[in-house]
């Protein structure tokens, strides 16, 4: 389902909206590519992302194939790779944060 996401950056020193930070997410798409959207704060310390976030999921099969050519399932290994969101704000750096 897609949301609407707001993600407002603040100076933690003096909770003062940061204008002009890059904010980059990192999500999936349902056919599991990658999509990545930036956008750069607004003078609120503001952007807006309109997105389904997704995880990226891939499931590995270990089979083993006996004499008779039957297949016997070894072992089902999952890993999962969730979106990010990332800050970034010269000479500051950056922060990223794992999604979900």
Do not use: C, W
């Not at 959207?37 to 006996?66: H, Y």
């Amino acid at each position: 389902m897609q949301r609407t996401y707001t993600v407002t950056v603040t100076n933690t020193a003096t909770g003062a909206a940061v204008s002009g930070a890059t904010v980059t997410l990192q999500n999936y798409s349902a056919n599991r590519t990658s999509t990545v959207t930036t956008a750069t704060t607004n003078a609120a310390g503001q952007v807006t992302f309109t997105v389904t976030l997704r995880p990226l999921i891939i499931t590995m099969k270990t089979v083993e194939v006996d004499i008779e050519g039957a297949l016997r399932e070894l072992e089902v290994e999952k890993h999962v790779t969730n979106p990010t969101l990332t800050v970034s704000l010269p000479p500051f750096g950056s922060v990223t944060r794992t999604l979900l």
